[in-house]
C-alpha cells in the first residue's frame, strides 16, 4: 500500500522559514511525480508545487513563487518543501501528494497532511 | 490562475442524483482534457475519484461519472448514498508550468 507522512510543520513567525518533509513507502518513488497541496483552515484546496519522478521539472503557484522550493531525494523516497519568507496567509495543513504519472497530471494519493502556522 | 468556479453546495435525498458543474477558462478546462475530481470527507485527505474527465480510479463507484463541454466540467453522482456527504474539489491543468487549478468546492450535502 502506498503510504505517505508528513513531517516538518509547526508554529513560525513571518519571515521565518520551515522544512517540511514527505517520506513514501510502497511504490518506485522515483517512477512517479509528487506535489504539495495545502488547504487553508475552513478553506478549499490550493495547488502549491509538483516536481516530476526524475526530479527535473519542478512548478510552483504563484503564490509561492521565489519563496518555496521544492526537491527530491529518490534515494531516500521523500519529498521536500522548503518555505521561506513565511506568511500569515501561508498558514495552512499541507498535504504531500503521490501522481499517477511521472509528470504532474493526477494526485492518486495522499498523506494525512503537516499542519504550518504562521503568527507573530 | 484563478480558480476554477463550483457553486458552494448541493443536496439530495438517498438515491436521487446530483451533479456538480465546475466553470474555468479557455486556458484550463477548455485547453485541457487533464480534468479531475476530488472527494474530501471531513478532516481527511482528498481521494480521487475521476481522472482524464470521465476515468475512475480502481474501487470508485460507478455512480460517479464526469463529463465536460467547453470550459465547463461536470460531475454527477447517481444514487446518491449517505456516504457521498463531502466536499468535492474539480481540478484542471493550465499547461505544464501550472498543472494543477482547483476548484472553490462543493459541499454535497444527503437530506
Known amino acids: 500500500d502506498v503510504q505517505l507522512l508528513e513531517s516538518g510543520g509547526g508554529l513560525v513567525k513571518p519571515g521565518e522559514s520551515l522544512r517540511l518533509s514527505c517520506a513514501a513507502s510502497?511504490?518506485?518513488?522515483?517512477?512517479?511525480?509528487m506535489g504539495w497541496v495545502r488547504q487553508a483552515p475552513g478553506k478549499g484546496l490550493e495547488w502549491v508545487s509538483a516536481?516530476?519522478?526524475?526530479?527535473?521539472?519542478?512548478s510552483y503557484a504563484d503564490s509561492v513563487k521565489g519563496r518555496f522550493s521544492i526537491s527530491r531525494d529518490n534515494s531516500k523516497a521523500t519529498m521536500y518543501l522548503q518555505l521561506n519568507s513565511l506568511r500569515a496567509e501561508d498558514t495552512a495543513v499541507y498535504f504531500c501528494?503521490?501522481?499517477?504519472?511521472?509528470?504532474?497530471?493526477?494526485?492518486?494519493?495522499w498523506g494525512r497532511g503537516t499542519l504550518v502556522t504562521v503568527s507573530s | 490562475q484563478s480558480a476554477l468556479t463550483q457553486p458552494r453546495s448541493v443536496s439530495g435525498s438517498p438515491g436521487q442524483s446530483v451533479t456538480i458543474s465546475c466553470t474555468g477558462t479557455?486556458?484550463?478546462?477548455?485547453?485541457?482534457?487533464?480534468v479531475s475530481w476530488y472527494q474530501q470527507s471531513s478532516d481527511k485527505a482528498p481521494k480521487l475519484i475521476i481522472f482524464?474527465?470521465?476515468e475512475r480510479p480502481s474501487g470508485v463507484p460507478g455512480r460517479f461519472s464526469g463529463s465536460k463541454s467547453g470550459n465547463t466540467a461536470s460531475l454527477t453522482i447517481s444514487g446518491l448514498q449517505a456516504e457521498d456527504e463531502a466536499d468535492y474539489y474539480c481540478?484542471?491543468?493550465?499547461?505544464?508550468?501550472?498543472?494543477?487549478?482547483f476548484g472553490t468546492g462543493t459541499k454535497v450535502s444527503v437530506l
Open positions: 501528494a503521490k501522481d499517477r504519472y511521472s509528470n504532474p497530471k493526477y494526485l492518486e494519493s
Open positions: 482524464d474527465v470521465s
Open positions: 481540478c484542471s491543468s493550465a499547461g505544464s508550468f501550472t498543472p494543477f487549478v
Open positions: 516536481i516530476s519522478g526524475g526530479g527535473t521539472k519542478r
Open positions: 510502497g511504490f518506485t518513488f522515483s517512477t512517479y511525480a
Open positions: 479557455s486556458s484550463n478546462v477548455g485547453a485541457y482534457n487533464y
